[in-house]
């Protein structure tokens, strides 16, 4: 039994966590020193996400031991766990948007600092010893990302936290505002707090950690002082499964300029330019925030841009709206099922009908052909291999790979020429996935072709004949995923 | 034995829960038959049927606005302007053109409904609750102004006004009031737009989720604008039947119809997330509403305890139709 | 970082975003400004004391009931249940009167109001219903009630009730100003600092602003979001009261219009439909505004009907402006 003095600040042993149909952690040890920045890396999916919703209570473990500050740790709130001093920094951050800063902060506790004058003095004294400068007064909604950081990490200052736990905190920071976050984390492990710092960026995990834990669908792989491991070793252990199993043989079948789109540019994107080619999958990789869905949805009509040129089969065209891009051939599987893709209180057959419904009905009136509109349904439920009792379910009621099945299936049946997916195997199980993989590679054999925006590398590398690399709104490379390394195709993700 | 037993009791729980609107209905009218035998009488069922033709329509319409995502609260203006106008057009144009002039109108003004809601970029039930609610204001405003706040009455006019009266007295068969066959008739056909053409469709696909129908290139806003106009052009029938019943077009006459008109809408499945509905259940919507006042005046219970009976109803349709949606997700 | 320097252009474009932020106030120096250059061409009792005077009295029941709605709205939800709470409450207090004191009749209505708080509270908050639609059919509820409890008939009070309202010994009879106005005051006052210097006010800004968030943070979101709808209740209450006071009678017809008029006239005055955002203090410059327009009207146009369709087209022009504005801002690119 670990003492409050012991080395070690937070030992989970033996951790394991099922949700129904997947082992989302199996067996996990971890054990963080107090004082040292901890690493925590592994593909989406891996458990890292997992891990932390256990420790800050919004999951019960199954079984294992958690024990934190010498407190063995059976269930807990995140209210509760807060309290105990472990405050947990999410991607989205815990922040009201309507509120300030100092408020921010001490929420909750407005009687506690004494009331608003003493909120944002104990918020500005708190912002100064991280050294920043945000005004307290300020707005939530008006600060940038790096800000808002600020404001989370005073957050859990304000709460003694002994372990800050940060959730990919440097997935839309600039350089130099990394290089201030590297200085507070500093700051703050010189004054004894740990941190575990998740993230996929290899640079900053070198740089900054000590010693790092690296998992991998639900497993701990490996883990050892940074210094005990290479860079090479780190991307093996992270990537390395056997691809073999998992993805059909990549298709080749290639042919001419299909789609070109220049100067695009928006608020997020800046000067970007691409081909696809007939029968192609066109990866683009890049870090969540990178602005490949912002590249995709601007391409489809979906977003306004200040200028775009898109020339399909080299004929300049204009796309204004989704309407003008499927009428083009386009289609899209958007990245969130259940708020894009999805009519939830629908059957199955009117979300894969949806999109082909104006083509199956007839006469002024446009009556829907019922007996049309059934079968094909039905044909894609069977081509698909849709398990659902009935073409009348609703769709909430489907596992999430059905339910993605339903979104293609809608699109197929308008055969399109540019199929659009982005995260297309995203919280899938493997047997699903390796189905829509087959059904991406019969597309692609059948002419189509395919943009695939996906944050599981082996999945892009293994499906695409060419990637791009998004970074911070711009494509900084183009690679063959056959003959190009892994590690040269992150260095331009990283920027 | 007994498991068997406890899974029966359990079906028919859920068969009831299901059905609950019917089993009420029936319940309702069984036992205000026993209490009250007039109930059954040919004569107050052709009454029931009559009460039945403008709150009916006004149902049907908000019906669609319903599916579609939004609450429409312009009834009460709409049918004030709609009645008044029908009454003081007879003379000018004769009652054809009345009749199709008030139909157009409501067309129109369902439709700057949706042009309004949907140009401001609204797309919460929120904003366009108190966009047209503002426009019941400028409505009922209207109303008042072209009738100089009284109440106009058909026979005044010089014009005949015969289409009225047919509408408001002549009943098929002795028995059946025009109204209520002329209703069965526009609801399905509107049950027809709602099912089976594509229009209707992508009014419901929009309603369950804008994005989504967005990103499927289904043209949400025309839907929205198209449904709204529906919409107003069935408020506009309501006031029709009103004026024809009452033979006279009061400047307030649709204070609480919008009331009236939700209690249906919902009470009859559809919900208020958009989506899911139809107008079958709302015409079983409108029947229990109306039954419910009939019987009620029939036992004697007072006219104000029907509000509160209402308000009543209401909040247990929602919260039933809630408790339904939580089991089966 | 380049440092830009403050033109002209941009103090102007200041100026702008100051009175939006302040749209109703702005609104209702427009129509003060109106009046001005009306009054040098014509004769307009609108500065006259009593014109001044009957804009606030219009607004005090109001008022009084906006204070409460802001909280309902503040949470991100809506109350249309004070128009029936409005007329019961007015009826009420003279029904309680009619055998025991006044006190406890205003302190029994009370009471009562705060239990039909609760029970929408329970339903909103707790059972997690659509409010718009509890608190309508609530609101048809109470007027039910009403009219039973009146049989639709306008009941009369004792004459010595109407000084709760009218009488001006509040304030050692100061400049005559009516108690109701003072009891206004005073109730804007006292929530404007609860809702800015109190824990739970500012846990209502928490809860309006992002409900999650603020359970995340410790907030007792779900006790203090009920007690939101309690308080919207409980001041619609106090309102009712005031007005039967006022009129010196109940009438259980009042209120059919103070419902949307009232929610209204807080998304205007700037508390947020979205939640989070505004204030007892903005939702009463935002009854306000409504009075002052009413008023203004009453001078400049002759015809009731017309007043009523211009308000009409304020509301929709306003409302629309509101939310056009909010989409601007979304696809800002």
Known sequence: ?495 | MKKTQKIDSQTVIRFIMDHMLVVILIALAIITAMVEPKFLKVSNLTNIMRQFGALSFVALGLTFAIICGFIDLSIPGMLNICAVMSVILVNPLGQVGALIMTLIFGLFAGFLNGALITRSGGTTQAEGLFITFGMSQVWSAAAMLISDGKTQQLRWCDKPYTIFKFMGSYNVFGVIPIAMVLFVAVMLILNFYHKRTYSGRCMSLAGGNKTAADLAGIHVNVTIMRTLAIGGMMTAMGALMLVSRVTNASPTVGLGYDNDAILSVVVGGTSLAGGKGNVLGTMLGVLLVTLLSNCMNLLGVSSHMQYVMKGAVLIFAIWADNRKNLQSN | MEQKAYTLQDRARGFGAFLYGHKAIAAIALLYLIMLFYSFGNTTSFFSSYSQTLIFQKSTVNIIVACGVTFAVMVHSIDLSIGGMLALSGVLVIKFMEFMPAWLAIICTIAIGMLVGAVNGFFIVHQKLEGFIVTLGMGVLLKGVALQLTNAHPISANLSFNDLAMGNHLVFGLAKIPNMVIIMLLIVLIFSLILRYTQFGRNIYAIGGDYGVAEYAGVPAVRQKWMAFVLSAGLTTVAGIVNSSYLCAGNANYGDMTAMIVNCAVVVGGTSMAGGVGGVWQSAIGVLFFSALEITLQNLVPNAYIIQLIQGFVIVAILFLDSYDNKRKRERV
Request: hydrophobic share 40%; proline share 3%; net charge neutral.
């Open chain 1, 1 to 495: 039994m670990e003492t409050k003095n012991s080395e070690y600040i937070l030992t989970m042993s033996h951790v394991n966590k099922s949700f129904p149909g997947v082992k989302a952690l199996d067996d996990v040890s971890i054990r963080v020193k107090r004082g040292e920045v901890h690493g925590l890396v592994g593909e989406n999916g891996a458990g890292k996400s997992t891990l932390m919703k256990i420790l800050s209570g919004v999951y019960t473990k199954d079984s294992g031991e958690v024990v934190f500050d010498g407190q063995v740790i059976e269930k807990t709130t995140p209210v509760e766990s807060l309290n105990r001093g472990m405050s947990i920094i999410y991607q989205e951050f815990n922040l009201v948007q309507t509120m300030t800063v100092g408020e921010n902060i001490f929420m909750g506790r407005f009687k506690e600092v004494g009331g608003m004058r003493g909120t944002h003095k104990k918020a500005r004294e708190l912002l100064d010893r991280i050294g920043s400068k945000i005004r307290t007064h300020a707005l939530v909604k008006d600060l940038s990302t790096s800000e808002m950081q600020m404001v989370e990490i005073a957050k859990a200052l304000s709460f003694n936290s002994k372990l800050i736990i940060m959730d990919e905190p440097s997935s839309s920071l600039t350089a130099d505002e990394l290089k201030a976050l590297f200085q507070i984390v500093r700051q703050l492990v010189q004054q004894g707090i740990s941190v575990i710092y998740i993230s996929h960026k290899l640079d900053e995990i070198f740089e900054l950690c000590d010693s790092i834990t690296i998992m991998r669908d639900g497993h701990v792989i490996d883990s050892k002082p940074v210094a005990d491991l290479t860079r090479a070793e780190m991307i093996t252990k992270m990537v390395g499964r056997e691809i073999e199993n998992e993805y059909p043989p990549r298709p080749e079948c290639v042919g001419d300029v299909l789609l070109e789109v220049s100067n695009l540019n928006s608020h997020k994107l800046h000067d970007v330019s691409f081909q696809l080619h007939r029968g192609e999958i066109l990866g683009l990789v890049g870090l969540v925030g990178a602005g490949r869905t912002e590249m995709i949805r601007a391409l489809f009509g979906a977003d306004h841009v200040r200028s775009i040129d898109v020339k399909m089969e080299g004929k300049p065209v204009h796309i204004k709206n989704p309407r003008d891009a499927i009428a083009l051939g386009m289609a899209l599987v958007p990245e969130d099922r259940k708020l894009q893709g999805l009519v939830l209180p629908f059957g199955v057959g009117s979300n894969i009908s949806m999109a082909a419904l104006k083509n199956i009905s007839s006469g002024p009136l446009k009556v829907v052909n019922g007996s049309k509109e059934k079968e094909l349904s039905q044909r894609q439920i069977e081509d698909l291999l849709i398990k659902t009792p009935s073409a009348e379910t609703k769709v909430v009621s489907l596992s999430g790979g059905n339910q993605q099945k339903c979104v293609l299936g809608r699109w197929l049946e308008m055969s399109p020429k540019v199929l659009i997916l982005d995260e297309p195997t995203r919280g899938i199980d493997v047997g699903a996935k390796f189905e829509i993989y087959l059904l991406m590679k019969r597309i692609v054999e059948n002419g189509g072709s395919i943009i695939l925006i996906s944050s599981e590398l082996p999945e892009v590398l293994n499906m695409s004949n060419r990637v791009l690399a998004v970074c911070e709104g711009r494509i900084t490379g183009e690679f063959n995923p056959v003959t190009d390394s892994v590690d040269t195709i992150m260095d331009k993700v990283l920027g």
